[in-house]
Structure formats: C-alpha cells, structure tokens
C-alpha cells in the first residue's frame, strides 16, 4: 500500500511540475517569446502524461517561428491529425508551410487540397490554377543568376534601396549597442549604407544615420524622390523605451524624415495605429505613391501590402488594401512598384515555401494575379525584398537560404531577358456556329502599334506564336467577310512558358453584301433623308455603322457612295442636295475612322435615279414613296 501511495505522489509531483512548466509557456508563448517558450515547452512535455492538441499547436508555432521546421512539422502533425482543416487557421497554413520548408511537397499539397475544400469550391479552384500556373513554371529553365554580396555580415542583413549613390539596407550588426531582441535574442537591427554593393566589402559599410539610430529595431528604408525625405519603420518607443500596447505588444510605425533639415525630425505618419503595426514602406519613382504592410484591421490575412497615393501637400489617402489576387491569410510582404508591374514577396501563395517573390501586372486599377519570379531567386528558404538595379536586367533580394553569411543575407541577381521567349497557341472560332474558321490572320503588334508577327489559321483555326518575355503586344484575329477580335496580352517574365486557349471569336458578315445585277451593294436598310435635308438622322447612323463594320471586316474594300433625291424641285436643286447627302455620309463615315482613300467617290444623281416613278403621266407617290427616293446607296468597287 505504501509503494501505490508513493506512485501517486510522484504521479501527482510531475503533473504539478508540468502543469508550472505548462504556464510558463503559454506566457512566454502570448508574449511572442519563442526562445523560452519552448524551452518551457520541451520540459511540459518531458513530464506530462497527456498532451491537448492545442498545446500541440502552440509547440508548432513555437518551432515554426523560431525556424525549426522538422520539430514544428512533428507538433502541427500531431495536432492536425486530431483538428484537421479549419478555414481560418493560421497554424493550419504553418503546417502546410513546415512540410515545403522540408520539401515535403506531395504532403503539403495534400494538406492545402483539404484546407481549400472546407473552405469553398472557388477557393478550391483558384488554387488548383495557381498550382498549374506554378507546375509549369517548373518546367521551364531559370534566367536567373544569383550572388551573395561580400558586404554581408554573420547577423540578419536584407531589405535595400539607393539614396542617390548610397545602397541603404538593414542589419543586425550594431548588436554590441544595441542588445538582443528578447523573441529570438537576435540582435536589434539598424539601418546602414554602403557606396557600391557589387563590390564593397564588410569593412566599408556604416550606419545610415547616428542621429536616426535607436535601442531598438530600424529599417526599411526608402526614399523619395531625390531623396529629399527617408521613410522607415522602427519600433514605436518613446525616449529610451519601447511603448507597449494591450497584450505587452509593441508595434512598428512608419515615420517620414525631412533630409534636407539640420536637425533630423522623425514625423509619424497618419495611417499608423495603436494595434497594428506598419513597416516595409516605399515610394514609387515619381513620388507619388507610398506602398507598405501592415497587420491592420480589416486585411485578408496577417500582414496585407497596401497603397496612399502622396499629395503635392505632403498629405496621404486612406491606405488601400492592394486585394485577393496578392494578399492571403498568412504574411504577404516587401512591395516594390515599377512600370506598371508590382513585385512582392508572399507565404500564402503556391511556391517553394517559406516567403516567395512574386510579381503582378496592374491594369486598369486591377492587380493581376500573383506569377512566382521561379527557382534559383526562390527557393524552401525566406526569399525576400526584391529591388531593381540601376543597370538593366540586374537586381538585389534578400533571403536565409543555406549557403549564407548570417540569418539573412543580401544576394545580387542578373536576368538574361534577351534569350526569354514564351508560347501563345489557341484557335480562331465562328462566334455563331463555334466552328474553327481557316485561313484566318493572327497579328501581334508590339508596343509601339509595329506588326511583330503574322500568322495564318490551319484547317483547324489554329495557330501559334513565339513572344518576348516581360513584353505587352496587341493580338488581332480578321479575315476577310468577318468581324475582327482583339486583345491586349503581357507575358511573363519566365521562359518558355506555354499559354495555350487564346481563342478568338468573329462574326460572318457575309450576308451583309447583296447584288442587283452585277453591282454588288453593302445590304442595309436604306439610309433615308428628311425632305430638303441632308443631315444624318439618328436612324441613319445606325445603319451607316453597319458600313463602318463591314469595311472593317473587309480591310481592303473601297466603296463609292450614291446618294439621289425625291422628284420635287427643280432638277438643279435635287442635284445640289443630293451631292450634298452624298458628302455629309461620306463625312461621317470617315468622322468614324474610314479612311479616305477607301471612299473611291461621293455622288448626288438628284432625282434621275428613282426607285418609285412620281409626278409622270399624271402620277403622284405618296410620302412614303417620295422618302424611298431619298436614299444613299454604297457600291462595292472592290474588295
């Protein structure tokens, strides 16, 4: 009896032990404070004999946040096993995450098929395109050769952007001043500049700005125009000490800095908050546009990427979240906007795992959707803060990929655009009957409206083309007896892509001709003019867009037009007026992008043409007759 009673006490012992380990890190855990969160978390589970899922959640979370994927795969497995897919869930995606980190692909897509499912057929679908678009970027080889930078250190160093000369960038390694953040203990970070990236070594970097320097966390940096005023985020303190908010948080806030004052000033900007943070900011080249993450209220996920448009007043726009096609439920980050494309980087959309790079063409307010910049400049590891380089094709982007200096280093890129092609193919329709037309013309137009390519339909519609990478063209499908189709296409950076079902559709026209005799007339309803006038009527102008779409569908038809009046008047007048009828048509028309040359004449016949004889032998028409006579006529000359 005295041996069980003795079992009990130690069982009891070691519940209580790990009960207090058990609180321990559920604190360190609320607080964000992975490194003895799990050190709590390892010793709760060394002595507890049953373990709640959600504690096996918060252990996943704590690995996943302190980079230790195969432990945070071990504890989310364990718990998604008894939770499975739940459509808000963050530590849901963070498992998804851990199996790619791991390059345990076929799992992880596995996990984001049933996450997607319970979430909706759409979701669903959009990511089975996102994955297909991701597959065959695959397929296709890299342009991309990249370099680690001799200036990077053994501490975090990433982000980037030029101050005239100077490439300004983050880094961890003023860790001697300014001390170990308590999350991670790695060092607080702080902005530095060095005068020639490609080439610099350690030694020559130094910090931005003494004056600008804090305790704790500065950077990223950007600059607007003539680098008149610095943006950066840095961590919200007042004095020498961090502002805590509910839940012991501290924030990051945007601030604005006047260089070209004395005594720098740090303004905070207005969008900034008290339970957000944001971070990460740059200004477009013109200066007119602010980018940034944050957290705030009302995003998709985590950290969305937003937009202020910068009045001339100094002044900003309500942020404007930057939508679905580029923000997820996870972090989505380091927006960098140049000639209409917007390159990111994201943990939420299809890729390698961890942070991607990813770009989205903007057209007509719309962000398009999310194309991966491919491998070599992503990998499994956090790739990051893509910016453009000064000379052509050429780049810098951050990433912790194995190989490195420190935590985070800062990579230069080089894109051999030159050699990059892709594959457009589709078919030419009949837009009614949806048979395949042959002989049909597919014409590209470059940018500056120069025919690029031009290609016929087989017996089947088809037809294929070979484009530039990262270029915008104009794709026009005619032939002649139909209507014509259009579309403005960009293609990808990647090569050798494939886009296959860029279909085209035309109308058949062909029964818009008739003959009488052997003159062949474009068939409308006949254009008819008010009595003594010769201006076009509203019913007349949507007959006569029916010969503006027929000579466009016959490019080179040339037509002549015949206008006659009624047998009133005298024969000098009805011969004036009927010439004019003739040119007022011929003005709209070419008012309507005829061109001139394809108008061979414009003649009044007066009333020597009628098609109701009046006014002979005793006979009078009646008005409708009369208006029958007052008509223009269009004759094919050629087509």
Known sequence: MKRIYLIIICLVSLNVVAQNHLEKANEFYDRLVYIDAAKEFEAYVENANYIEPETYMKIGDTYYNLKNFAQSKEAYQKWYNTVGPNTNSTQGYQYYDSLRRLKLYDEAEKVAERYFKAKSVEALNN?????????????????????????????????????????????????????????????????YKTENPESDSADAVELFSKQLTSEFHDGTATFSPNSKYLYYASSYQTGNRKVFEKGKKNYFKIYRVDMSAKKYKKELLSFNGDTYSTGQPYVTPDG??????????GGYGKADIYVCDIYEDGTYSKPMNLGPNINTIVDDFFPFFKDDILYFSSGGHVGFGGLDMYKS????????????????????ADDFAYLEGIEPNTGYFSSDRAGGKGGDDIYAFEYNLPKCVQYISGTVYDIETNEPIAGAYVTVYDESNTEYIKVKTNEKGAYAVELTCGSTYKIEARKAG?????????????????MDMLDFRLKDLSEIFVTEGEVEKIRIDPIYFEYYRYNITDVAAIQ???????????????????????QRG??????????????????????????PSRIESAIGYGESRPINICDEDGKTCTELEYSENRRSEFIVVSR
């Not at 139909?482 to 494939?498: A, G, H, I, R």
């Not at 007026?577 to 992008?593: C, Q, V």
């Open 127 to 191: 990511h089975y395109e996102e994955r297909d678009r991701f597959e065959d970027l695959l397929r296709g080889d890299t342009l991309y050769k990249v370099r680690n930078l001799d200036f990077n250190s053994q501490y975090a160093d990433f982000g980037g952007s030029f101050n005239q000369t100077s490439f300004v960038f983050t880094s961890g390694r003023n860790y001697v001043n300014k001390g170990l953040y308590e999350r991670d203990d790695t060092p607080y970070l702080s902005i």
């Open 288 to 297: 007119k546009k602010l980018f940034f993450a944050s957290d705030m209220p």
């Open 361 to 380: 063409y903007y057209r007509d307010g719309i962000y398009g959707v999310a194309i991966n910049l491919g491998p070599i400049i992503n990998t499994n």
């Open 482 to 498: 139909f209507s014509e189709d259009q579309l403005n296409f960009t293609t990808d950076v990647l090569p050798n892509l494939k």
């Open 544 to 566: 006569l867009r029916k010969v503006v779409d027929a000579m466009k569908a016959y490019p080179e038809m040339i037509i002549k037009i015949e206008s006659h009046t009624d």
């Open 570 to 595: 005298t024969d000098y007048f009805n011969k004036t007026l009927s010439t004019n009828r003739a040119l007022s048509t011929k003005e709209w028309l070419l008012d309507h992008g005829i061109e």
